[in-house]
C-alpha cells in the first residue's frame, strides 16, 4: 500500500493537547492493524529543545539514537509500538541549517535561495523520508495556526497533497470550543476563525477535534459542520478526560478512526482496543494508594518531568496502585531546618535529573531522610549522583565532597567530568546521549528488577562517578550495581543496608510504556506498597502493644 499522511494542526491556543491527539490517533490505527510512523515538526528556530530551559518548553525526550527532542516524542511512544529517531523530530533550525550548508556547499548555485521552494522542499523531504516502509505516517505541526513561525511548515504540507495525490493526505485540526459560565453556552467562533485562518493559507480541514470540556450537541455540531464547510461527522468532540490513556477509546467511541479509513479509502480490520479498556479499567479500580515525593528544580511546570511522571504511572497501573505524587521544589527545602515536617508520610522518595546548582542542598536533605528512615529512593541521573555525594559526605565522613559541576575546587570531587567531555566547548548536542550497554550484578535489587545480565538505557549527562573514590565508598557500603562495559563508567549504585535505595545515571523514563512499565520503576513503586504495608503492621503491632500494657485503657476504648 502506498504511503498515506494525516497532518494535525493546532488553532485558537496552545496546549490544547495536538501531541496526545496524534498520539491517540496512532495508536486506534495500530489497533487496526496498520503500520504507522510519527513526525513533530517544530517551528521554533532552535535546531533541537537540548539547550532550552525546561519552564520554556518541558521535558527533553531523549531517543534512542541520541537526539534530543520535543516531549510531544513520548506520547508517540508510549501510545503506540512506533520506532522514533532523530528523523521523528524537524525543527525550523534545523531546515534552515540544513539548506544554508547546501547554499554554502554550491547545491543552489546560480540561484536565489527563498523560503518557496527551498525551505518547504527540505521540509518536504524530511516528511518523506520519516515515511519510508510505514502504511500511515502522522505529521504533527507544532504552534497554533496564524504563528508567523509556522507558516513554511503549512505552506509545505499545502503542497503535500499536491505531491503525492489527493487520496493520500488528511488534514485534522485540532481546535476548542470553549463553554463560557456567564452565557451558559459552549461558543464555535473560535473554530470558525481558526479553520478560516487555516483556509486563508490554503488548507481545508477533512476533520475537526473539537476541545471541550462537554460533549457536543449534534445541532451544534451541524452548526461548526456548516460554517466549517465539512460534513457533520467529521466534526468529532475531543472532550477533557481523567486519564490521558482514555482519549483513545473516546476517540473511537466518536467514530475518529473509521472516519479516517474512510477518507484515506484505506480497508483494515475491525479495531482491537482490548487493551486499552484493560487498561483504563486498572486505572479507576486500583486496590492500593502510595504517596510519592518528587524532589525537583522544575516541579512548578509539570511537563518538565513529563515521562517521569508517566512512568510512576505506568508501575502504579501494573501494582493495582494509584500513583498520588507530591512535587518539593528542592531550592525551598534548603531553608526547612526539620526535614521531616515536609517529608514525614511519604512512601517513597524520588530525585530526577537537572542541571546547575540551585536546589542541590535541598535534594541531598531529602536523599538523607530517605536513607536514614530507610523509605525508597530512586534518583535517576543527577538524582543518582547526589546520592554518591550524600553518601561520601554523612556516610564515609568525606567532607565537602561534591561534584565539579557545583564545587570546581572540592577536595573530594566523587562526580567529575566524562574525560570525552573535557575538550567539548559547546552546549548543543554534546553530552553522552541515547542507548548505551550496562552490566549489572547478580544478587542485586537492578539485576532482580531486570532479569537479565547486560540492558540498554538511554543517557542525557556529562558527569560521571569518579572511580578514584570507588574503593573508598564500596568499603562503607555503597554497592555498584552496574556497569557500562566501555570504560567501566559506574551505571547504577545501591545501599546494601536498605530495604530499596537505588540510583541509576541513565533516564528509565524513557522507555516505560503504560502496558510495559520500566521494571526500576515497577520495582519502586513495589518497594513503596510494600513501606506502607509494612507501616500499617508496625503501627498494629504498637497498638497491640500497647493495649496489653494497659488492658483498662483498651475496655475503655472497646467500649466507648
Not at 508520610?345 to 531529602?366: Q, S
Request: hydrophobic share 40%.
Amino acid at each position: 500500500m502506498k504511503t498515506k499522511f494525516i497532518f494535525v494542526t493546532g488553532g485558537v491556543v496552545s496546549s490544547l493537547g495536538k501531541g496526545l491527539a496524534s498520539a491517540s490517533i496512532g495508536a486506534l490505527l495500530e489497533g487496526r492493524g496498520l503500520k504507522i510512523t510519527l513526525q513533530k515538526l517544530d517551528p521554533y528556530i532552535n535546531v533541537d529543545p537540548g539547550t532550552m530551559s525546561p519552564f520554556q518548553h518541558g521535558e527533553v525526550f531523549v531517543t534512542e539514537d541520541g537526539a534530543e527532542t520535543d516531549l510531544d516524542l513520548g506520547h508517540y511512544e508510549r501510545f503506540t509500538s512506533a520506532h522514533l529517531t532523530r528523523l521523528s523530530n524537524v525543527t525550523a533550525g534545523k531546515i534552515y541549517e540544513s539548506v544554508i550548508r547546501k547554499e554554502r556547499r554550491g547545491d543552489y548555485l546560480g540561484r536565489t535561495v527563498q523560503v518557496i521552494p527551498h525551505i518547504t522542499d527540505e521540509i518536504k523531504a524530511s516528511i518523506m523520508q520519516v515515511a519510508q516502509g510505514v502504511d500511515i505516517a502522522i505529521i504533527e505541526i507544532g504552534g497554533t495556526v496564524g504563528d508567523i513561525e509556522s507558516l513554511p511548515f503549512l505552506e509545505a504540507i499545502r503542497q503535500f497533497r499536491s505531491d503525492v495525490g489527493r487520496d493520500n493526505v488528511l488534514y485534522i485540526h485540532l481546535t476548542l470550543v470553549p463553554f463560557i459560565p456567564t452565557a451558559g453556552e459552549l461558543k464555535t467562533k473560535p473554530t470558525q476563525h481558526s479553520v478560516g485562518k487555516l483556509r486563508e493559507i490554503g488548507i481545508q480541514a477533512d476533520i475537526l477535534l473539537c476541545r471541550t470540556d462537554r460533549p457536543l450537541p449534534k445541532e451544534l455540531k451541524s452548526k461548526i459542520a456548516l460554517f466549517c464547510n465539512i460534513p457533520a461527522d467529521c466534526v468529532i468532540t475531543a472532550r477533557d478526560v481523567e486519564s490521558i490513556y482514555e482519549v483513545p477509546l473516546f476517540l473511537h467511541q466518536e467514530g475518529l478512526d473509521e472516519k479516517i479509513v474512510e477518507i484515506l479509502n484505506i480497508w483494515t480490520r475491525s479495531p482491537d482496543l482490548a487493551k486499552w479498556t484493560d487498561l483504563v479499567r486498572r486505572i479507576q479500580n486500583p486496590s492500593k494508594e502510595v504517596k510519592i515525593a518528587v524532589v525537583g528544580k522544575y516541579v512548578h511546570l509539570t511537563d518538565s518531568y513529563k515521562s517521569l511522571n508517566e512512568a510512576l504511572r505506568h508501575a502504579g497501573f501494573a501494582n493495582e496502585a494509584k500513583v498520588n505524587l507530591i512535587f518539593f521544589d528542592s531550592e525551598e527545602l534548603e531553608s526547612v531546618e526539620d526535614i521531616s515536617t515536609r517529608l514525614q508520610g511519604h512512601d517513597g522518595i524520588l530525585v530526577p535529573g537537572g542541571f546547575g546548582n540551585r536546589g542541590i542542598e535541598g535534594k541531598l536533605k531529602a536523599i538523607t531522610y530517605a536513607r536514614e528512615n530507610r523509605i525508597p529512593y530512586f534518583g535517576i541521573c543527577l538524582g543518582m549522583q547526589l546520592a554518591v555525594i550524600e553518601f561520601a559526605r554523612n556516610v564515609c565522613g568525606l567532607k565537602g565532597a561534591h561534584s565539579i559541576e557545583f564545587d570546581p575546587q572540592t577536595s573530594y570531587p566523587v562526580i567529575s567530568l566524562m574525560e570525552e567531555q573535557k575538550a567539548v566547548l559547546t552546549k548543543g548536542a554534546t553530552m553522552r546521549l541515547g542507548a548505551y550497554p550496562c552490566d549489572l550484578e547478580k544478587n542485586t535489587l537492578a539485576f532482580e528488577a531486570y532479569g537479565e545480565k547486560q540492558i540498554a538505557e538511554r543517557h542525557r549527562h556529562r558527569y560521571e562517578f569518579n572511580n578514584e573514590f570507588r574503593e573508598r565508598l564500596s568499603s562503607k557500603g555503597l554497592l555498584i550495581s552496574g556497569v557500562c562495559p566501555q570504560g567501566s563508567l559506574v551505571e547504577m549504585i545501591e545501599l546494601k543496608k536498605h530495604p530499596w535505595f537505588l540510583g541509576c545515571q541513565f533516564h528509565p523514563e524513557f522507555k516505560s510504556r503504560p502496558f510495559h512499565p520500566h521494571p526500576l520503576f515497577f520495582r519502586f513503586i513495589k518497594a513503596a506498597c510494600d513501606y506502607v504495608s509494612r507501616k500499617a503492621w508496625n503501627e498494629k503491632e504498637e497498638t497491640k502493644k500497647s493495649s496489653q500494657k494497659n488492658p483498662t485503657a483498651a475496655t475503655a476504648t472497646l467500649f466507648s
